[in-house]
């Protein structure tokens, strides 16, 4: 699966639904995972209506996706409905959608689908009781999951400006955290992991990568730049870590209860005492000497890929060493990345949260 949109789908379908194809990646359902407390790690909207999408695990560790639409014209909620795992036609719900001067540009039915054979779920748009296009949305967790990541925006934000890429089929990892004005960092973000994390899944090459997705953020990020960190498996359990900017990786090991800070940060002193220091590097600007560093995950330990939602509370004392070992040492690695984030949001929420762990496998 790309984070690209199908070329086939039409363009208003294409503007309105494109965040479903830049927040997806192959094989779980990362950024559709949430919980009671920040469920709202998904959504499409326009003037006519919204469609969020979230999950909240079950006693199995499995998600059963949860499906809200709205409709701001006429008022309340449309459709309300779970995807249970055992059902092929899950529901659908009519989508107006309108441009800036509340004129209809196309009314479609949205559907969620799951096929049965593959257990993968899908978004299709229906026409006179058929399907007229679709888009895998998310894949069927593999079990046992040995990596898994969520996001949120977070407390205070409006929008989300981190991204992230997992592709645990290839080992690949990616977590971004864009800057910029407006939504600007958003863009750059997104840019940056579509185009590093589809190039290593043709080439193992770190350094190509981080230059193909500078060249994007600095063509297509609108002026935005972003920090990256990511994780490449290189031979079973054995990873070369890397990282631009300010968003860190950390190597967790339950047998010592320790966590150590295994990448670097790029940052200069800030001027101003009140304030975070500035970025020194990050694609889109300098993007020169990334760290890197190779480790290889022994049994009962873990590599966390987050941005500074989540670290900068590490930084503070908010959420301790303890409370994070406890979270890993507890529960399973899906719900245990979704309890960091958790964690982050009851903390305070002030920046936008993105966290992967990374597990030893088999």
């Known amino acids: 699966m790309s984070h690209s949109i199908p070329d086939h789908l039409s ?128 894949e069927n967790i593999p079990s046992p999951v040995h990596a898994f990541g969520a996001t949120s925006r977070g407390r205070w934000r409006h929008n989300n400006e981190d991204a992230l890429f997992i592709h645990p089929a290839g080992g690949i990892y990616l977590v971004c955290d864009g800057v910029g004005k407006e939504k600007h960092g958003e863009i750059a973000s997104r840019a940056a992991v579509t185009a590093a994390g589809n190039l290593l899944k043709r080439k193992r090459n770190i350094p190509l990568a981080l230059s193909e997705a500078h060249q ?45 800070k295994i990448t670097e940060d790029h940052v200069s002193p800030n001027p101003d005492p009140n304030k975070k220091p500035r970025l020194s590097r990050a694609l889109g600007m300098d993007n020169s000497n990334p760290c890197r560093r190779s480790i290889t995950l022994n049994k009962n330990q873990f590599l966390l890929l987050c941005t500074d939602g989540l670290s900068d509370y590490f930084r503070s004392g908010r959420i301790t060493a303890g409370t994070v070992l406890e979270q890993l040492s507890c529960q399973p690695i899906n719900t245990a990345v979704v309890s960091l984030v958790t964690l982050a949001n009851h903390a305070g929420g002030k920046d936008n949260i993105t966290a992967v762990l990374v597990g030893h496998h088999q």
């Open 216 to 260: 994007e953020v600095l063509i297509n990020g609108q002026g935005g730049a972003t920090t990256i960190v990511g994780a490449v498996e290189t031979q079973p359990n054995n990873y070369e870590v890397f990282n631009l900017g300010d968003s860190p990786a950390y190597l967790i090991d339950l047998a010592t209860q320790t966590i150590t």
């Open 11 to 138: 363009p208003d379908i294409k503007e309105v639904l494109g965040p479903v194809w830049q927040s997806l990646d192959q094989g779980v359902a990362v950024p559709l995972v949430g919980n009671k407390d920040n469920h709202q790690l998904f959504r499409v909207g326009r003037r006519g209506g919204r469609l969020e999408l979230w999950t909240e695990l079950d006693d199995k560790g499995l998600p059963q996706v949860h499906v809200k639409t709205w409709n701001h014209i006429l008022g309340g909620e449309e459709n309300s409905f779970v995807l249970p795992p055992d059902r092929g036609f899950i529901g659908r719900g009519d989508w107006s959608f309108r441009d800036s001067r509340d004129q209809t540009i196309g009314h479609h039915q949205l559907a969620i689908l799951k096929d049965e054979e593959s257990g993968n779920f899908f978004l299709a748009r229906m026409s006179v009781g058929h399907i007229a296009e679709s888009t895998k949305i998310a």
